[in-house]
């Protein structure tokens, strides 16, 4: 186990569901973080959240909702979405949004848009 | 423009034979450099991190350096278990605002 932990692990969502991803940390972190990998492209932060604060939107369009209701968890709902958004959605944790140590990444939400 | 670009970007390699992956940046205020393994399927896990030129860290068979301006992944002795996609990302603050830049990833496999 990573110490973040996802769920599901797979989805498959039509156009018009709504639908949520769950994200929990027990390390103790206070900054936690959505990022999106889809292939052959970098991964790309969609959202930050620091002492459950958020501190950064990465222009990341409105049909992708983000919740912190604590530190140690973090949520993504999903409403109205694209093919294109079909893809792997990680969420991970850090000791604080400018901590220069590594993060710990959960396995991901293989998320499919049909 | 802040940028992170690995080489290559993909890797064959016989068990034993040993190489390197790159990984070159061009931020500004750079804080730390990062490699992570991916598994298929599964998070990055983090392997590293150098935060000045010269600092060297290793793990088992691996072995990263850092420079102004790259980084190097040192594979010693490949196993076939080492076969994975490794990620480059740096830290930087302009601004007072922090950025972490990943790269596009370097998918290895080790042939037995």
């Known amino acids: 186990e990573t110490g973040v932990t996802q769920t599901p692990r797979h989805l498959v969502m039509g156009m018009t569901n709504k639908k949520s991803l769950k994200c929990e940390q027990h390390?103790?972190?206070?900054?936690m973080y959505w990022y999106k990998q889809s292939a052959k492209k970098p991964l790309e932060l969609m959202f930050v959240y620091n002492f459950k604060e958020q501190t950064e939107n990465n222009s990341v369009p409105s049909r992708f909702s983000p919740e912190c209701p604590n530190s140690s968890h973090l949520f993504l709902h999903l409403h109205t979405l694209q093919p294109e958004d079909s893809a792997l959605y990680l969420c991970a944790s850090s000791q604080d949004a400018g901590s220069n140590y590594g993060y710990t990444f959960g396995s991901g939400t293989r998320l499919t848009v049909v | 423009e802040d940028q992170v670009t690995q080489s290559p970007e993909a890797l064959r390699l016989q068990e034993g034979e040993s190489s390197s992956l790159n990984c070159s940046y061009t931020?500004?205020?750079?804080?730390?450099l990062f490699w992570y393994r991916q598994d298929p399927g599964k998070g990055p896990e983090f392997l590293f991190t150098?935060?000045?030129a010269g600092e060297e860290k290793e793990k088992e068979r691996l072995k990263a350096t850092l420079t102004k301006k790259e980084s190097f992944l040192h594979i010693t002795a490949p196993k076939p278990e080492d076969s994975a996609t490794y990620l480059c990302a740096v830290q930087a603050i302009n601004s007072g605002t922090y950025k972490y830049i990943f790269g596009t990833g370097t998918r290895l496999k080790v042939l037995a």
């Open positions: 150098l935060y000045s």
């Open positions: 390390l103790g972190h206070n900054a």
């Open positions: 931020v500004s205020g750079l804080r730390g």
